[in-house]
């Protein structure tokens, strides 16, 4: 099946630093890439959308200049969090859709990566 | 705004005990549906998804989920859960043509041996 793998899996920053994370389909393209923020016992909350070679689309309240994202090829997506904060520690988990089943609405998850700012 | 609804936070079952998880999406028009299932530690993975045809859809490890237009729901069910099935599950709606999953808030099973 697809492969979507997340790296870090855990990293651990002090506050002010930059942090990035990077999220990769293993075993087919993805066009399209999602992020998202996993709250303690909360569901997923869509950060914004990564579009292969173009800019990434941000959901209403996410602020694109501190979670910057980049979406260089169509197996590499990363998210940059600048100036880290105790605030945005967070699971954040990325998801991708696979470009030959784009019709298919289903998207494929990565392992997610916690980060801890401190 | 368009939304997902899971009723159950937290279930608790025993063995062999049956199963079912509500799901309720807000969207009126066509709607694709998944049920996610996340593992202790694991990532989120996909148990089953509905797009058209048969309402009754069977995914893996014996769930099955049954889209009923008429009440937007969108149900999860196994006859008999095993202790394996401890886990967390979401319930998930995209509108058809669009591709931003909406998730639930998750419901935690916990299923005592």
């Known amino acids: 099946g697809a492969v979507v793998s997340q790296h870090p899996s855990r990293v651990i920053c002090k506050s002010g630093t930059s942090v990035k994370i990077e999220c990769r389909s293993l075993?087919?393209?993805?066009?399209?890439m999602f992020w998202y923020r996993q709250f303690p016992k909360k569901s997923l909350m869509l950060m914004a959308t990564s579009n292969e070679g173009s800019k990434a689309t941000y959901e209403q309240g996410v602020e694109k200049d501190k979670f910057l994202i980049n979406h260089a090829s169509l197996t590499l997506s990363t998210l940059t969090v600048t100036s880290a904060h105790p605030e945005d520690s967070s699971f954040y988990i990325c998801?991708?859709?696979?470009?030959?089943?784009?019709?298919?609405?289903?998207?494929?998850f990565g392992p997610g990566t916690r980060l801890t700012v401190l | 705004a368009q939304s997902v609804s899971q009723h159950n936070h937290h279930v608790i079952l025993s063995e062999a005990a049956s199963l079912e998880l509500g799901c309720n999406y807000s969207?009126?028009?066509?709607?694709?549906l998944f049920w996610y299932v996340q593992y202790p530690g694991q990532h989120l993975q996909l148990l089953l998804k509905y797009f058209s045809g048969d309402p009754l859809v069977k995914g893996i490890k014996g769930f099955e989920a049954e889209f009923i237009k008429s009440k937007f729901s969108f149900n999860l069910r196994k006859p008999s859960v095993q202790w394996s099935d401890t886990a967390e599950y979401f319930c998930a709606a995209v509108p058809w043509g669009g591709n931003k999953l909406v998730f639930g808030a998750g419901t935690i099973l916990r299923v005592k041996s």
């Open positions: 969207y009126g028009g066509t709607v694709n």
């Open positions: 075993d087919f393209q993805a066009t399209t």
């Open positions: 998801s991708a859709r696979d470009r030959a089943g784009e019709s298919d609405n289903e998207q494929f």
